[in-house]
């Protein structure tokens, strides 16, 4: 079956720090991925997505790259803001017909002045 | 904005009430879907609705029922909930179920069972 890994949180930095946040993926097939964020009180935003291997998503600063080799999907941006501070799911589309999405379990990212 | 729109906001019923969530979405999409969120987790599927007809019923309770009036409404009735389902109800759609097809969330409606 699908499944998505991605790292526990929380994560807490400094604004301005670079962020990561690992997302691992297990799939039949060539899914597609996807990272949503869901800012506290509100439902969950797409924030990018990559539909094919070696695809780049990128989005308000955000990046990841569809890593097949690795079945990575690493979430990036280069100096976070305090307005970023959100929780971040990676997830993934298989298969036609697919209409479920595999979430990993959720990053909390908190932002510090 | 979201351009999938769910009301109310927040609600509060208790154990023999009913009660029903509304989403609505006008981007042409002939997917959409009821998922359940609890604290701290990811979103749960519950339902799938495609071409308005019910593709997926997530083992979900009868106290559960979905509806599809058209392909722009979707709407969740709920009766003799328990406490336990207190949640945040999220709606989402999506151009079809193919796997470059991203699914859009509306904000979500709190629900509160007392």
């Known amino acids: 079956g699908n499944s998505v890994t991605q790292m526990e949180g929380p994560v807490t930095l400094s604004e301005e720090a670079f962020l990561t946040i690992n997302c691992t993926y297990t799939?039949?097939?060539?899914?597609?991925l996807f990272w949503y964020v869901q800012y506290p009180g509100e439902g969950l935003q797409l924030l990018l997505k990559?539909?094919?291997?070696?695809d780049k998503g990128s989005n308000k600063g955000f990046e990841a790259t569809y890593r097949k080799e690795t079945t990575s999907f690493h979430l990036e941006k280069g100096s976070v803001q305090v307005s970023d501070s959100a929780v971040y799911f990676c997830?993934?589309?298989?298969?036609?017909?697919?209409?479920?999405?595999?979430f990993g379990k959720g990053t909390k990212l908190s932002v510090i002045p | 904005d979201t351009e999938v729109t769910q009301t109310p906001k927040h609600l509060v019923m208790g154990m023999t009430n009913k009660k029903s969530l509304k989403c609505e979405q006008h981007m042409g999409h002939r997917a959409m879907y009821w998922y359940k969120q609890k604290a701290k987790k990811p979103p749960e599927l519950m339902f799938v609705y495609s071409y308005e007809k019910l593709s997926i019923n997530e083992s979900v309770p009868s106290r559960f029922s979905p509806e599809c009036p058209n392909s722009s409404l979707l709407n969740l009735h709920l009766h003799a909930l328990q406490p336990e389902d207190s949640a945040l109800y999220l709606c989402a759609s999506s151009q079809e179920g193919s796997y470059n097809s991203p699914l859009h969330f509306g904000n979500g409606t709190r629900l509160t069972v007392t």
């Open positions: 799939a039949t097939g060539y899914p597609s």
């Open positions: 997830a993934l589309l298989s298969g036609a017909g697919s209409y479920q999405l595999t």
């Open positions: 990559a539909t094919k291997a070696d």
